[in-house]
C-alpha cells in the first residue's frame, strides 16, 4: 500500500541535478558522442535495440549515455520513448535467407553451401586483455577476399530435402500474428507471440534458462545448426502506393537450432527445432531465444513439462527485465503504512510469545527442583 | 507490364532514397537545381513499424519488434504526388525523398534523376555492399584434411 507523502520535492531536484553532475563526471574528459557510444560500443547499442524492442541505433545510444552505462536503465527509457510515437502498421514479414550475411556458422555441417563465414566474432580470440586499447592505435581494414559470390544456403533445406527435419510452413496469411504490446497476456500463448516476447526478454535471464536445458532441465539436446548475422531488407505496405515499399535494412541475428526426435506412429522421427531471431548483433541471445523456444514447445511435442523452462508461464511472465526491474524496485518505494502494520503484528506476536513462555517458566522451574 | 515496369522502378529508386546517407542526397539533389513548388499532404512525421519475422525463418509471421521510421508525402504543381518512407527518424530526408518520387511520376525527369541521383547513389551503396561482402569472404574457413603418415 501506498501513500500520498508530501515533502521531498528539494531532495529530489537536487538528487536529480545530482545524478547529472556524475553522470557526466570529469569535465576535463570530453564528452560522449553518440557517434562513438554507436560505432565504438555497437553490441550494447544493440542490446538496448533488441530489449527495448524499438530498432533504431541514435535513440539506443543516447540512452546508454542517459543511463551512465546501465542497460537495463537504458532499455527502460527506449521502452518509455516508444509509447510516444503512433504506430504506422506492420512490415512484410523480413527474408533472412535473402540477408546480407556478415556472419554464418553451422556446427552441424563442415561443408555447407556458402561455407563457415567467421565474420566479426570474439570466438577464438584468447580474451587477453588488450594494452594497447589504452590508446588510440591505428586499426587496419579488415581483409578482403574477391570471391565468386555463393549463396549462403540454410541449414533447413539441406535437411528439410530428406525430411529429417521438421518444416516450418507459410500459415494462412489472413492470420494476423498475436502482438503482446496490444492484447493483454494470456496463457498459453501463441508461438508467435511466445517469440515475440522471447526477443526482447533479458539476455540473462534467458541464457540461464537455456543452460538450464543443457544441464538436464528440459533436455533436448541442441545442436547449433546455424546462426546468421546480417543486414535484411524491410519493406513496409502502402495502402497509397498499393505496393511495398522498401524503408531500408535491419541487422538481425538469428539462431536454428537442431534438436532432438519427434515421431509418431505415422509419422517417421525427424530433427526438431527452436529459433532465435533479434534485433543487431548478438548470437548468445539469440541461441539461448531459440533453446528456450525449443523447450517451450513441450506440450505441443507431447513432453513432459518438469522443468522452468518448459513452463510458459514461469519464462514468458518473468523475461521481461523493464517489468521484473519496475516490480524489484517498486520495494524503494515508501510502504510506511504496510511496514507500521507488520510492526504491529510482529509486536503482538512476540508480546503472545512472551506471554506464552512466562506461563511455561514456572512448571519448568518446578521440574528443574 | 508498363505498369509493373513503372512499379519496380519506382522501388528501386525508393529503395536508394531509404538508405542513402541524408548529407549525400542533399548534395545531389542541390547539384540538380530543381526546385519544384510543392504542397505538403502528409508529415514529415516520425512513427513506428512493427518488423515481422516468420516462425524458424520460413513459417508464420510473428511480430519482432518495432523500429522508428519517417514519411512524407507532397504533391507538385502538375498534380503529382510523390511518397516517401524510411527507417529513422529524418524529416528532412522523408520531405526531399518524397518530393523526388513525385518529380519522377515525370517520365523525362525520372531520367534525369535516375541518372543524376539514383545511379550515382546505388553504386555507392553497391561498392559499400561488395567491401563488406569480401571482408566477409576473407573470414570463410577453407578446411584441409591432415594426411597422416605412414603407421
Known amino acids: 500500500m501506498y501513500v500520498a507523502v508530501k515533502g521531498g520535492e528539494a531532495a529530489i ?13 570529469d569535465r576535463s574528459v570530453p564528452a560522449l558522442t553518440l557517434d562513438q557510444i554507436a560505432e565504438q560500443l555497437a553490441l550494447g547499442v544493440d542490446r538496448v535495440m533488441s530489449e527495448g524492442s524499438l530498432y533504431d541505433r541514435r535513440l539506443a545510444a543516447l540512452a546508454i549515455k542517459q543511463a551512465r552505462g546501465d542497460l537495463i536503465e537504458a532499455i527502460f527509457l527506449v521502452r518509455a520513448y516508444r509509447t510516444t510515437l503512433p504506430r504506422f502498421g506492420c512490415s512484410e514479414p523480413v527474408d533472412t535467407s535473402a540477408m546480407m550475411v556478415e556472419r554464418r556458422i553451422s556446427a552441424c555441417y563442415k561443408d555447407l553451401p556458402g561455407g563457415q563465414l567467421l565474420g566479426p566474432t570474439f570466438d577464438y580470440t584468447h580474451r587477453l586483455l588488450d ?9 587496419e581494414p579488415g581483409h578482403q577476399r574477391a570471391d565468386a559470390h555463393e549463396p549462403v544456403s540454410r541449414i533447413a533445406d539441406i535437411l528439410g530435402g530428406e525430411g529429417l527435419i521438421e518444416e516450418d510452413l507459410e500459415q494462412s496469411p489472413l492470420e494476423e500474428p498475436g502482438d503482446i504490446n496490444q492484447t493483454p497476456m494470456e496463457f498459453p500463448l501463441s508461438r508467435a507471440m511466445r517469440l515475440q516476447s522471447l526477443s526482447r526478454g533479458d539476455e540473462g535471464f534467458l541464457l540461464a534458462l537455456g543452460y538450464s536445458t543443457q544441464r538436464g532441465y528440459a533436455r533436448s539436446h541442441p545442436f547449433a545448426g546455424e546462426i546468421r548475422i546480417g543486414e535484411v531488407e524491410v519493406e513496409v505496405f502502402s495502402p497509397e502506393l498499393g505496393f511495398a515499399v522498401p524503408v531500408g535494412r535491419v541487422q538481425l541475428t538469428e539462431c536454428q537450432m537442431v534438436n532432438q526426435f519427434k515421431g509418431s506412429a505415422k509419422a517417421a522421427p525427424q530433427f526438431t527445432r527452436g529459433y532465435g531471431l533479434v534485433f543487431g548483433q548478438s548470437e548468445r541471445k539469440a541461441m539461448a531465444m531459440a533453446l528456450c523456444d525449443r523447450a517451450l514447445r513441450a506440450e505441443e511435442l507431447g513432453e513432459d513439462i518438469v522443468a522452468p523452462p518448459q513452463d510458459q508461464e514461469f519464462v514468458i511472465s518473468h523475461c521481461d527485465n523493464v517489468q521484473a526491474t519496475g516490480f524489484v524496485e517498486h520495494l524503494k518505494l515508501p510502504h510506511y503504512v504496510d511496514f507500521q502494520a507488520e510492526l504491529g503484528l510482529v509486536r503482538a506476536m512476540r508480546a503472545e510469545h512472551a506471554e506464552r513462555q512466562a506461563e511455561s517458566l514456572p512448571d519448568m522451574k518446578e521440574a528443574a527442583e | 507490364m508498363e505498369a509493373e515496369a513503372h512499379i519496380a522502378a519506382r522501388k528501386n529508386r525508393m529503395s536508394v532514397l531509404a538508405r542513402c546517407k541524408a548529407g549525400r542526397l542533399q548534395e545531389l539533389w542541390d547539384g540538380l537545381g530543381l526546385s519544384p513548388v510543392h504542397r505538403t499532404l502528409r508529415g514529415p512525421e516520425s512513427g513506428l513499424v512493427m518488423l515481422r519475422g516468420r516462425v524458424g525463418g520460413t513459417g508464420e509471421a510473428f511480430n519482432l519488434g518495432e523500429a522508428t521510421v519517417t514519411r512524407a508525402s507532397v ?58 561482402r569480401q571482408q566477409t569472404a576473407a573470414t570463410r574457413v577453407d578446411f584441409f584434411t591432415m594426411v597422416r603418415g605412414e603407421d
Open chain 1, 131 to 139: 594494452e594497447e586499447l589504452d590508446g588510440d592505435a591505428e586499426v
Open chain 1, 13 to 25: 531536484d537536487n538528487a536529480h541535478r545530482l545524478l547529472a553532475d556524475r553522470r557526466r563526471g
Open chain 2, 75 to 132: 504533391k507538385l504543381e502538375d498534380g503529382s504526388v510523390g511518397h516517401a518512407m524510411a527507417l529513422g527518424r529524418d524529416g528532412a530526408k522523408a520531405r526531399l525523398s518524397a518530393i523526388i518520387d513525385a518529380l519522377c511520376q515525370n517520365l523525362e525527369t525520372a531520367v534525369l534523376i535516375d541518372a543524376e541521383m539514383i545511379a550515382p547513389m546505388r553504386a555507392e551503396l553497391e561498392r559499400a555492399d561488395e567491401t563488406r
